[in-house]
């Protein structure tokens, strides 16, 4: 062997060994707080390959490095259940110290017509209206900031409007879209652009700036379809059941709860205002 061949051959050993020494050394430092940090160990666990370093290491020794790092990575699989295992249980005290009922929903936790599910990929709480219907926001994995989030949403669900004034607006907006075929159904989709202006506080009426716009969304419109539907029905207000094959877009339908509930409830495609 040359001289320069040995050289390289060192150098490469140095190299390939150097950048392993190294997470596994930023690794042993991370893990003194597991909890605190799994996202910066599961970063640099994914750094680390040993198959990348042959032939630098004897066979045997990548071996038991890949036994090492299979193992490692269920432990912190197991250590991020248990996390969130404990974030839930943390949600559901702050649930009920704010006086709000919650019962689990599959993997979730369903409040009212709220539900709350982790995403442990990205280390999220989605909070979503209905059963998975519009994601409403994401928060990080801290339960008092999860719970005051939802509240905000609470908060703001819907109108302000009293039934009957929303039920007045909604018939305005159904004629606006259906202007050629009265009583015929249209598309729910359709009435919330309209519907959504005719919501509009008095400020924007006066100002249409974006600064005065308040966002009404699809959420918004179902929970108003939801809270005022006796009184619609009196008024001519019907909602027509999705098929199959509107479902298959959310430009298709709008889901519409039939309780203060993420159970139960149902996909409408379309609104009309018939004769009471």
């Known amino acids: 062997m040359q001289t320069s061949e040995l050289i390289d051959a060192l150098s490469g050993l140095l190299k390939g060994t150097n950048g392993l020494l190294r997470n596994l050394k930023a690794i042993q430092r991370l893990d003194k707080d597991r909890e605190a ?3 910066s160990l599961r970063r640099t666990l994914s750094r680390l ?34 996390e969130f295992a404990r974030l839930g249980i943390t949600i559901e005290a702050e649930l009920h110290k704010n006086g709000l009922r919650s019962s689990q929903k599959g993997s979730g936790i369903a409040v009212g017509v709220f539900l709350l599910k982790w995403d442990k990929s990205r280390r999220v709480v989605q909070i979503f209206y209905g059963p998975e219907e519009e994601e409403l926001a994401k928060c990080p994995l801290s339960a008092r900031q999860v719970v005051a989030t939802l509240m905000e949403q609470r908060r703001s669900l819907g109108s302000t409007l009293p039934p009957e004034e929303f039920l007045s607006r909604l018939k305005q907006a159904y004629l606006r879209v259906n202007r050629e075929s009265p009583a015929q159904p249209v598309p729910l989709t359709e009435i919330l652009p309209e519907i959504s202006l005719l919501c509009q506080k008095n400020q924007f009426r006066r100002n249409p700036v974006r600064e005065n716009y308040v966002s009404y969304s699809r959420a918004h419109f179902s929970y108003d379809l939801y809270r005022c539907r006796g009184e619609g029905v009196q008024m001519g207000l019907r909602l027509r059941t999705a098929t199959f094959a509107r479902t298959s877009s959310r430009a298709g339908f709008l889901w519409v709860p039939s309780a203060d509930s993420t159970d139960g409830g149902d996909r409408y495609s379309d609104l009309t205002f018939g004769r009471t």
Not at 69 to 74: D, L, P, V
């Open 37 to 39: 940090n799994l996202p």
């Open 49 to 82: 390959d040993p198959s990348s370093l042959h032939p630098h290491l004897s066979s045997n020794l990548i071996e038991d490095i890949k036994h090492w790092k299979t193992e490692y990575e269920e432990g912190l699989l197991r250590e991020s259940e248990r």
